[in-house]
């Protein structure tokens, strides 16, 4: 195994949850601590919310603005990049809105030295999870944003548009292109009717483009199979990868002193930084959660946590008790899989 990073030493700005209980650390952020120089975390807990239960705290949105204060006074705000993922309130939104305005401006002397990752966690499967004034709150702030990562529910939420095949997808990430001049977008966890006669094995698909100087899309997409499993913390794995991925390929074309890290126009688009570095974070996650489902069922079959299914499914709560048990059983094992973090095989390629 190379033990050379995949980046040169990064400072990343990363605003997410932060959970107790890992089998390994819930979130592929673990990856990403290498580069990490600060953390705001906006929710404290001490499970994710896979298990149904959760105990834990929210960080208000004036509590965010001072633990960003907090960095800046004593100059840690020297950022290469920002990642933001769940953020509890609307306010919360604004609040890292100006966090990101604060470090372009401070960045603004040099093209290209601040990136910013939004992952505008708001809901998934047509159904949202955060109040709904979080929604206009993200759409204010998307010009900001160099490249987002929705769902394919929160793709539509933001572009207003329906989303029931490649036609409709390709016209909300148009209409995000142009109406909120993102030069970047990564839909995940995107279902729609194969194209191919082989409908007998579920797939997901990621579908991206980097814009070009007219703002039309240049589109790809990667489509992987899907795991029979219920995995929670995916979307945050992938964008956690995504930065150091993404990062590489970037330096790799030569782009890192282009603003927001556009290619030029007469790139192909599947050689777009962007598509490579999709490539790369889909392989090592279909590896690892490959391996957690293999660890999962044996988990299962062994009877971990407190006997054989059958016998707690005589017990009182018995339902309850054999979903934590096959949440717990599905923790997504990233540290014993750290190797196809470091070198993934690209087995599906962008398109």
């Known amino acids: 195994m190379s033990t050379e990073l995949p980046v040169p030493e990064t400072k990343i700005l990363a605003i997410a949850s932060h959970v107790g209980f890992i089998l390994m650390p819930y979130i592929a952020r673990a990856w990403l601590i290498f580069a990490l120089q600060g953390r705001l975390w906006v929710t404290f807990a001490g499970n994710h919310t896979g298990y149904g239960q959760v105990k834990g705290t929210k960080t208000s949105a004036d509590e965010i603005r001072e633990l960003y204060h907090g960095l800046k006074q004593s100059y840690l705000d020297d950022y290469d990049m920002m990642l933001s993922g769940y953020i509890p309130s609307a306010e919360g939104v604004d609040a890292v809105g100006s966090i990101a305005r604060d470090l372009k401006l401070k960045s603004g002397m040099k093209t ?34 160099d490249l987002i990562l929705p769902n394919q529910f929160e793709a539509e939420l933001l572009s207003d548009t329906k989303i029931t095949s490649l036609k409709s997808l390709i016209t909300a990430v148009t209409h995000l292109h142009k109406i909120h001049r993102i030069p970047h977008i990564l839909v995940t966890s995107v279902r729609l009717p194969s194209s191919s006669s082989d409908i007998s094995t579920p797939t997901l698909s990621v579908i991206g483009s980097t814009a070009r100087t007219d703002l039309s899309p240049r589109i790809f997409r990667i489509t992987v199979p899907a795991i029979d499993c219920f995995f929670s913390g995916t979307g945050d794995m992938f964008a956690a990868l995504l930065v150091v991925r993404l990062r590489e390929a970037v330096i790799a074309s030569n782009l ?19 598509a490579r570095a999709a490539e790369k974070v889909l392989a090592s996650m279909q590896a690892v959660l490959e391996k957690t489902k293999i660890a999962r069922d044996e988990a299962l ?12 499914e005589k017990e009182k709560d018995s339902g309850k008790r054999g979903h934590l048990r096959r949440t717990k059983a599905a923790e997504v094992r990233i540290v014993r899989n750290v190797a196809d973090l ?8 962008a398109e």
């Open 112 to 145: 290209g030295s601040f990136f910013w990752v939004l992952d505008p966690v708001m809901g998934d499967d047509g159904r949202l999870y955060v109040n709904e004034n979080i929604v206009p709150a993200y759409k204010n702030l998307l010009r900001e944003a």
């Open 256 to 274: 890192l002193s282009t603003k927001s890290w556009v290619s030029p126009d007469d790139v192909c688009t599947t050689d777009l930084p962007l």
């Open 342 to 349: 470091r070198e993934p095989v690209v087995r599906w390629k």
């Open 301 to 312: 079959s062994e009877g971990a946590m407190g006997g054989p299914l059958g016998t707690m």
